[in-house]
């Protein structure tokens, strides 16, 4: 039997491996000192997953909202063109100033070049505020980490602080600059630049439009100026909107997938031979930590070699226990599913109506051919029924085998626990004999 048909009952057994790794984030800086440095860094790989497998966690779950709220391309097309137009009106007639000397062609070209110079505003001013969001973005989450991890600091400061929590955000924080880093490069804002330079010439085109307008004269000047503006106005909050509308989704969407590697699921099937023996591995390493600053209350275990193998006993004895339970629960629903399938095909054969196609029968002879054909059903179900139980009794059987493999392979895991155990109490007898002798 593979590992992976054990794995829907396997997460029965193994709890929450990351109980250690939070664990170990709660020891003072005294109990960290006395552990050795081959113990500490195993603890340090355990907190940095730890730190990368949270992390990834939360900001998936921060961003995925955004990143299902994505819109179909015509919408976003049709959003553009709406914005184009808007702007190519007032570019336009702007450009009918340089063009009105071509003739025929002097609408056309206005028009043409209206809405280039509003595409080309568009798009500059829609990547420069996606800039600014995704930085925004990334420099929002890099504050939370940092604020998390100075109020995680003792009050004397990171030298007193337990290590691991210092590494545990370090981590985080090292890990998003990793992914995210892009985003807080320091560059020159060229697309905010052109975009700005657009923008003065259309509020320069739409001041001169709204001082020919005789509707407008006598206004003050600051009426005059926001009449202006509105036209810039309108091209910012449109591109403002498909920057956070359109391009930040498409954005999160692609951002989940550098994030997923690093989040370690615990309860996905395809994770849990990986989770059980990490499991196994922390649990023996909290075993030694626990005694070296514990000790043994019950003093049955003398040094961390009998604590390690102590732990190992125990989780061998669980896990024979839990294969034990399986085996006569899938053995129990694989014979309940038979005799469900016997007493329905029992029934079917017996309540079912004979048809007979013969034809003028007297009532007896009738009754007659209907009991013949009902005693024949029944007999082809008996027969139904046989084969059924035949392989029902093969798939036990295989159940039995499979199982009684793996139990009899973690017992000799156990064994060999029990063995070191025994040896681990040797060396501390003869230890303490030739230290009194």
């Known amino acids: 039997m593979s590992d992976n048909q054990f794995d829907n ?53 921060e961003i995925m909202p955004v990143a299902n709220r994505r819109h179909t391309r015509s919408t976003r097309v049709a ?27 002097s609408l056309p070209a206005a028009l043409l ?43 004397e400061g990171q030298d ?4 691991l929590v210092i590494l545990f955000y370090d981590r985080q924080i090292a890990l998003v600059k990793q992914i995210e880093g892009s985003n807080l490069m320091r560059q020159i804002p060229v697309n905010a630049i052109f975009a700005c330079i657009f923008s003065f010439l259309e509020f320069r085109i739409a001041s001169w439009i709204v001082n020919q307008i005789e509707i407008f004269e006598g206004f003050p000047v600051f009426l005059v100026w926001i009449a202006s503006l509105l036209p810039v106005i309108v091209t910012w909050a449109a591109s403002a909107f498909q920057a956070a509308v359109f391009d930040l989704p498409e954005y999160y969407g692609d951002l989940i997938p550098q994030y997923e590697p690093f989040l370690m699921e615990i309860n996905s099937p395809q994770m849990a ?9 922390w649990g023996c390493l909290d075993a030694e930590i626990q ?37 006569a629960k899938k053995i129990s629903q694989r014979w309940e599913a038979f005799k469900d399938e016997r007493d329905g095909l029992r029934q079917e ?5 004979p048809s007979v196609k013969k034809k003028n029968l007297s009532p007896q002879q009738l009754r007659q051919e209907q009991e013949r054909i009902k005693k024949q059903r029944q007999a082809k179900a008996e027969e139904e029924i046989l084969k059924r139980e035949r392989r029902s009794q093969e798939d036990i059987a295989a159940i039995d085998v499979d199982y009684q493999d793996e139990i009899q392979r973690q017992q000799r895991n156990l064994d060999r626990a029990e063995a070191d155990y025994q040896a681990a109490r040797e060396n501390w007898k003869r230890e303490d004999f030739e230290k009194w002798a």
């Open 291 to 327: 005694f070296i600053l514990d000790g043994d209350p019950s003093g049955e275990l003398k040094n961390v070699a009998m604590a390690r193998a102590k732990y190992k006993i125990e989780y061998f004895q669980k896990k024979i226990e839990r294969l034990e339970r399986e085996r």
């Open 160 to 163: 007193k602080t337990n290590k």
């Open 273 to 281: 031979d990986f989770w059980e023996k990490k499991s196994f591995g």
């Open 113 to 155: 070049g209206g809405f280039a110079a509003s595409l080309c505003v568009d798009f500059l001013a829609t990547h420069a505020l996606f800039s600014l969001i995704r930085r925004l973005s990334t420099e929002k989450l890099l504050k939370n980490l940092d604020s998390q991890k100075q109020v995680a600091v003792a009050p």
């Open 349 to 353: 054969a017996a309540t079912a109506i």
């Open 9 to 61: 009952e396997r997460n029965f057994y193994v709890n929450d491996p990351w109980q250690y790794a939070a664990k170990w984030m709660m020891l003072t800086l005294t109990a960290l000192l006395q552990l050795s440095d081959n113990t500490l860094s195993k603890m340090s790989q355990a907190i940095q997953d730890y730190a990368e497998s949270e992390l990834a966690r939360t900001r998936i779950h």
């Open 79 to 105: 959003t553009k063109i709406g914005v184009v137009i808007v702007g190519a009106v007032t570019f336009s007639s702007g450009m009918r100033i340089f063009t009105a000397s071509w003739g025929r062609l």
